[in-house]
């Protein structure tokens, strides 16, 4: 995950996106632990680290709204008052402990989404709902964050994962179509807004790995492992050499980018920008 090509570039920069993979990681990772939500201390727990989420990056309730949709909307059909009450309960705690900041702040939180609007004019971002609108986290899904290969693998995997791991990685699905189709209908585009649904992808991406045979499986790990390794550095020590693109969705698919809009650079010493 974190040698795709995006996140190798995000390490040079001191943006929050990169916290904000790792708290939704987290927060994915004790919600899947939840399952039913039948146990109090898995409630709390995921609930704790979904408020601690929201204290990173207020775009962190993105990615949860299809799959709490999901898990409130199955309790309820299901009658499930121990899954009510504890999906409450998690609820309860995101709420206490977001509203440390944001009860205090709303109001600059509200000034943020329309800076942002105001943004997507001065950019001349896409028109609302034309194709390139709602392409647009698709086509750097496979462009920009993963490039050319791993979105290969990323298909494959996914493939694999719906026809043999429907149920197992049903949360994982929501997980991404959460983050993408929220950023979609947010005006202003930046490839970094969805950056939190990588370790999804990352994970479908090998569903099948444990499938194959003890004798393909390590030739083909050690391929993703040394493909991973070379997309890390390259996003630390670019070069044009390997250059090469495709057009998908109406935006480039990189094979290995020379450096991208100059997001890749190698390590530089600190140089403050204020004396």
Not at 41 to 67: E, H, R, V, W, Y
Not at 170 to 180: D, E
Not at 199 to 222: C, K, Q, T, Y
Request: hydrophobic share 55%; glycine share 4%.
């Amino acid at each position: 995950m974190v040698c795709y090509h995006f996140p190798a570039w995000l390490i040079h920069e001191a943006f929050l996106d990169y916290l904000l993979m790792a708290m939704v990681a987290l927060a994915f990772a004790l919600l899947m632990r939840a399952g039913e939500f039948h146990v109090r201390t898995d409630a709390i727990l995921f609930g704790s680290a979904a408020g601690l989420g929201m204290l990173a990056k207020q775009t962190f309730l993105f990615f949860f709204i299809l799959p709490a949709a999901f898990l409130w909307c199955r309790a309820l059909i299901r009658r499930d008052r121990r899954a009510i009450a504890n999906l409450l309960l998690a609820a309860a705690l995101v709420i206490l402990i977001a509203s440390i900041w944001y009860v205090p702040h709303w109001k600059d939180v509200m000034d943020i989404y329309r800076v942002n609007a105001r943004n997507a004019v001065v950019e001349r971002e896409a028109p609302v709902f034309s194709f390139r609108f709602l392409a647009y986290y698709w086509g750097v899904l496979g462009g920009l964050q993963i490039q050319l290969l791993f979105a290969i693998l990323f298909v494959c995997g996914l493939t694999y994962s719906i026809r043999h791991r429907l149920r197992q990685d049903w949360m994982l699905y929501l997980w991404i179509l959460s983050g993408i189709l929220s950023f979609t209908l947010i005006a202003n585009k930046d490839a970094r807004y969805t950056v939190p649904i990588l370790p999804a992808i990352a994970l479908i991406s090998v569903s099948w790995l444990n499938e194959v045979r003890i004798s393909r499986r390590l030739p083909a790990a050690v391929l993703i492992i040394v493909w991973s390794f070379i997309s890390f550095f390259n996003a630390q020590w670019p070069s044009s050499r390997m250059d090469f693109r495709l057009s998908a969705l109406g935006m480039p698919l990189y094979f290995l980018s020379g450096n991208v809009f100059r997001f890749d650079h190698r390590p530089r010493s600190h140089q403050p920008r204020f004396r």
